[in-house]
């Protein structure tokens, strides 16, 4: 793409934005500030409804966390101040509340002294279990009412209003009206989108935007903690994702590895693509700290993720060698608690100094000799590059993805084998010992994190951008044929291995790309996808399954139904379908006690 012809609005799409963030959001306005470095704006994409927004918004730009040039765009914000398109024809709602005699509890203003309302909190009903979210424009009209109520399950109307107070728009859920709003900002020929909140991803499966391609960006690991890359289970944020994968035009990884990892198990190398995160690592300001040999940091939110436990852990084994190193950890988290506990559980109290969350980031690295890097699993470990801009030596654990993208063992920080404490303190000691290795090593990983800065990322997304262009124009060419998905048999075979024959009547001939049958095992209360499996046969009327005992062990989860599907891919189009039994008024069902027994409906 040309970016001397064509303006590219470029918005980035999370979930929320708050003063304090983790590495995601941080990833998010730092390529939205390189996209407005480019074109002179860009955007940061919010849903939920937040009174202190603009506020937070002004004090991160103020901080320098935030560019000036990146506005940060919100559904309730924007329809204080602009209209939401009218739907071509407004839905009657599926249920209505039996009450609507409401009495407003609560009144949230904007801050500041214009006593400026925002919204009001309203219930109605025998015990208030009726309620009402009212938003309000600056000049008093109503733009939006959110009600929640229950009949036979849990109902929702979202209504949207114009200035005189007509009805514009109703949705059944918050989502419906998200997709709707995002709709009408980003959905031209002039636009990129980058979706980099598993939260909101899973909002936005259902949403088909005409003209701009949809596009996920993979900050983590695709598969549950501990799972073998290629069998195991998927995440929780990730499993939706990756079941509704046809419905997303490319999807975005950080690393190599962290590609082949998906294309090996799911394939759609055309729509896979590798763009690093952008790197932005401010110098240390002056006076820059003197480093100490003894200084070590461990940096980035205290979850069990990043396991700073193991930290601790080499720490004591370098006092145990009579070295007197201090561990500066810089974070916060749920597990802040049990890393003070295990502080004092291994008597550390002399060598450990939490310093909470800081803004400061760039001076505690400059200040220390190395970095301590422990987590479990990672995307691409951007706070690894961000030490290494200061001059701070990393030394990890050489995970699946991540660390080994931005260390070179030996050269620019360590690399050691996956919770390998006395490993990580033998490096860590080398350090300490050689004030010429580790000056060495030092300058080396400046200069990798300065020549990564020098990348043109934006490039490489508008690369992207043209490439996933194709695929969507394309893929509305791909449909997938009507299909039946019927129990027509299963073989008990020996070793506990089932054939399991299902009806399809598909119409295979003359499409685009070779259809593939797939039984898919979903959890019934999470709606994770657990396992799948591809057809070992298909004939005209027929899709034949073999199923090993280990695939259906993966299924099992105690007090979980576990629901069979059966899926038809067509290229990147996909249609899921229960698989169900044919018409009879006969239905065969097994006992508990593993007997076969029959009911007769009609």
């Known amino acids: 793409m040309d970016s001397t012809q064509q303006h590219l609005n470029a918005y980035m799409v999370t979930w929320r934005l708050e003063r304090e963030f983790g590495g995601m959001t941080t990833v998010c306005i730092q390529r939205a500030a390189a996209f407005a470095e480019r074109y002179g704006s860009a955007a940061v994409v919010t849903f939920p409804p937040s009174p202190q927004l603009d506020q937070i ?9 935030l560019s000036p040039k990146v506005q940060v765009l919100n559904p ?3 329809l204080a101040e602009h209209e939401l398109d009218p739907q071509a024809s407004i839905p009657e709602p599926a249920s209505e509340p039996e009450h609507q005699d409401f009495t407003c509890t609560e009144q949230v203003y904007l801050p500041g002294d214009n006593g400026t309302l925002f919204c009001e909190h309203s219930t109605t009903g025998p015990d208030e279990q009726i309620t009402r979210m009212t938003y309000y424009r600056g000049d008093g009209t109503v733009f939006l009412t959110d009600t929640s109520f229950e009949d036979t399950k849990p109902r929702r109307i979202v209504e949207a209003f114009d200035r005189s107070g007509i009805l514009v728009a109703r949705f059944p859920s918050a989502a419906a009206f998200y997709r709707h709003w995002l709709t009408q900002i980003v959905d031209h020929p002039d636009s990129l989108v980058v979706v980099d909140s598993k939260f909101t991803a899973k909002l936005l499966a259902s ?36 079941a509704e994968r046809s419905t997303w035009d490319g999807f975005v990884f950080l690393t190599r590895a962290q590609r082949k990892a998906y294309v090996d198990r799911f394939g759609e190398t055309d729509s896979t693509f590798i763009i690093p ?5 401010p110098a240390a300001q002056p006076p820059v700290p003197q480093r100490s040999p003894l200084n070590l940091i461990a940096a980035g939110s205290l979850t069990p993720n990043k396991n700073v436990a193991a930290a601790l852990e080499v720490i004591a084994e370098l006092v145990r060698r009579g070295k007197q190193p201090t561990l500066h950890i810089v974070g916060e988290g749920n597990q802040s608690e049990a890393l003070v506990q295990k502080v004092d559980e291994l008597e550390l109290g002399a060598h450990v100094v939490f310093h909470g969350y800081s803004d400061q980031l760039p001076r505690h690295f400059a200040s220390c000799t190395a970095q301590l890097f422990t987590s479990t699993n990672e995307g691409q470990a951007l706070v690894i590059l961000e030490a290494q801009a200061q001059g701070c030596i990393p030394v990890s654990f050489d995970i699946n993805f991540g660390p080994s993208d931005s260390i070179i063992d030996g050269h620019n920080g360590f690399l050691v084998p996956h919770g390998d404490i006395q490993a990580m303190a033998d490096r860590v000691q080398s350090l300490m010992d050689d004030p010429t290795l580790a000056a060495e090593l030092s300058e080396n990983a400046r200069t990798f994190a300065s020549e990564y800065q020098s990348r043109d990322l934006v490039s490489r997304w508008e690369e992207t951008l043209s490439l996933t262009k194709m695929l969507k124009n394309l893929g509305a060419k791909n449909r997938v044929p009507h299909f039946e998905a019927k ?24 499409l685009p790309e070779p259809a593939i049958f797939e039984l898919v095992f979903i959890n019934r209360r999470s709606t994770e996808e657990i396992a799948s499996v591809a057809a070992s046969s298909v004939d005209e009327q027929l899709a034949a399954f073999d199923l090993e005992p280990s695939l259906l062990g993966e299924t099992q989860e105690q007090d979980a139904a576990v629901d069979m599907n059966l899926r038809l891919r067509v290229g990147k189009a996909m249609e899921l379908k229960r698989l169900g039994l044919p018409e009879s008024k006969i239905l065969p069902y097994f006992t508990t006690h593993k007997n076969l027994s029959f009911n007769r409906r009609g």
């Open 57 to 65: 918004a002004a004090e991160l730009v103020q901080h320098g966390k």
């Open 76 to 78: 309730y914000a924007f």
């Open 207 to 242: 949403w088909t935007p005409v003209h701009v391609p949809k596009i996920f960006a993979f900050h983590s690991i695709h598969v549950a903690k501990g799972q073998d890359l290629a069998s195991g289970h998927l995440s929780k944020g990730h499993g939706p994702i990756i």
């Open 277 to 281: 995160n952008p790197l932005n690592a």
């Open 487 to 510: 129990l027509r048999g299963v073989d008990f075979l020996d070793g506990q291995r089932l054939h399991v024959r299902v009806e399809h009547q598909a119409q295979l001939e003359d």
